[in-house]
């Protein structure tokens, strides 16, 4: 420990964490952006470091030093970038606190660029990302609206009756382009139940598949939300309005009515453990067999055959429709076989850029481990969030920020 008094942070889930810090006692230096000259650019450092790497798209090029300053200087060789006329320059360095801050600069035609609008929307850097739960979205069809009629659910739980045709319409009306987005990311889509289920502590009530998180289905559109047209006129719009559409896509788990759970039970892992005690929720010590709920059995994907059918399901999604990527729910309950087979086989089955973030609470070490060539793009930083809300938004130190960071990663 570092302070007298235990601190305690949020963990993102509704609880807290104590904030223990026992590995440093200096933040690490701060890189940031220098100059821009003819034929590169400058960088800074706020202390003197040990080790640095520029890579050039994935190339190492070398930095000259003066001082506090860096010179990079970009060599002549064209390095081309597969998905973009941009490409990326990346610098990455560490003292003896640790790991610096990474500055990312980007380059076409040899000039460092200095205007976003030379940006591409398939420059995935250079997103601006919109969520929307679809059904809390807009009711642009009072007709597919469906509430379950279930008295055992909670009202507030159950579908509100937005659906693609409300998205569709937001669209066209520039909704999107007048907040500064190009890329929309949408809930899953995919057919869910009709019933209730799950039971909150407080309320005790149940709620209805509104949020698109429990698939009967992984290729049908769940007719409260549309159908394959609407989507198609969805992404259609968004590309004309150089706007990306992402969608979110459950792989990990199916709801106990998905047919695939009904022909192969034995494609679920066991939802008991060997003491006897359920394996639900158990989120870090049986993270890749864990049930979110005793409905929602995790696929097995130790078995080939599973890595197989639902790799086909998600690749069908960017081969069956203009889609740009994916945001993967759940993906630390996934193991890397399905994340390297999914890529391997959108690359050879997609001739554009396809983008695929992923969700993932915990350590940086976790995190990055699904950050890799062959696997995905992006993760979302929870930390960060955390640490962010806690500075911004609640009544907590900003040194929170420095020692959330400073956490051996
Ligand atoms: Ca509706
Ligand atoms: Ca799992």
Known sequence: MTGSEPQVISNGMGGFNRVIDNSRTAAPAQLAYGKILDNGFTFTTTGALENIVVLYENQMISASQNGNSYTVELPEKDFTNRN???????????????????????VQDGNVVQDPSQLARSDFHNQVLYFMMVDRFLDGD???????????????????????????????????EELGINTIWLSPITQNPEGAYGLWPEPRTK??????????????IDYRFGDEQLFKEIIEEAHDRDMNVIL???????????????????????????????????WDDQRLTTWFDTFMPT??????????????????WVTNYELDGFRHDATKHVPEVYWRTLTKKVRSNTD?????????????????????????????????????VSAFAKRMATS??????????
């Open 248 to 282: 979110d896509y459950v792989a990990n788990h199916v709801h106990e009515e998905h047919p695939l759970y009904k022909e192969h039970p034995e494609w679920a892992t066991n939802l008991y453990l060997e003491d006897g005690s359920l394996n639900t929720e158990r």
């Open 299 to 316: 696929l097995d994907f130790s078995k080939p055959e599973v890595v197989e059918k639902m790799t086909d399901s998600a690749l069908y």
């Open 142 to 176: 009072p007709s597919n609206t469906k509430p379950v009629p279930d008295p055992e659910i909670l009202p507030k739980a159950n579908y509100m009756g937005g659906d693609l045709a409300g998205v569709l319409a937001k669209i066209k009306d520039g909704y999107f």
């Open 207 to 220: 709620f209805s598949g509104y949020h698109g998180y429990w698939p009967i289905s992984n290729t049908e």
């Open 84 to 106: 973009s006329q941009t490409q990326l320059v990346r610098i990455y360095a560490s003292d003896a606190n640790g790991r610096t801050n990474d500055l990312l600069v980007p």
């Open 352 to 388: 554009r850029p396809i983008y695929q973030i992923g969700e993932t609470y915990g350590s940086y070490d976790l995190i990055r481990s699904y950050v890799s060539t062959g696997m995905l793009d992006a993760q979302f930083d929870f930390n960060q969030y955390d640490a962010a």
């Open 400 to 409: 929170l920020i420095w020692q959330k960071h400073s956490i051996k990663d």
